[in-house]
């Protein structure tokens, strides 16, 4: 079994700073209120759990969380509903569907 190095691991990711954090915040929120996005809320589909939602009850969510380096463009940004984007975190999606196949069980 291969052991873990956590030196090697820190050499792939990246934590961006807080000012990085920022810059993508606002990205998002402009992006929050763009014709894009509230098609996408108008589906009323939560991306995680496939629920259906009135549209002004989704979240947006970053599929790789800002804080592990995920950036605010259209292909990391899914609506989901609140309860899911409580559960998942600063989680990565293969984390997060590790925990709803859990939660399945």
């Not at 190095?5 to 700073?17: I, Q, R, Y």
């Not at 950036?71 to 975190?89: D, G, H």
Request: hydrophobic share 30%; aromatic share 8%.
């Amino acid at each position: 079994m291969a052991q873990f190095n956590k030196d090697a691991m820190t050499a792939f990711s990246s934590v961006p700073d807080e000012s990085e954090i920022r810059r993508e915040k606002e990205k998002a929120r402009a992006l929050k209120a763009s014709p894009w996005w509230k098609r996408r809320c108008a589906k009323g589909i939560c991306y995680y759990c496939g629920r259906k939602f009135p549209a002004r009850e989704l979240t947006m969510d970053h599929i790789v969380p800002l804080s592990r380096g995920g950036k605010s463009i259209k292909s990391n940004l899914v609506p989901c509903c609140k309860e899911c984007n409580t559960q998942k975190k600063a989680n990565l999606l293969m984390d997060w569907d590790q925990y709803m196949n859990q939660k399945d069980k």
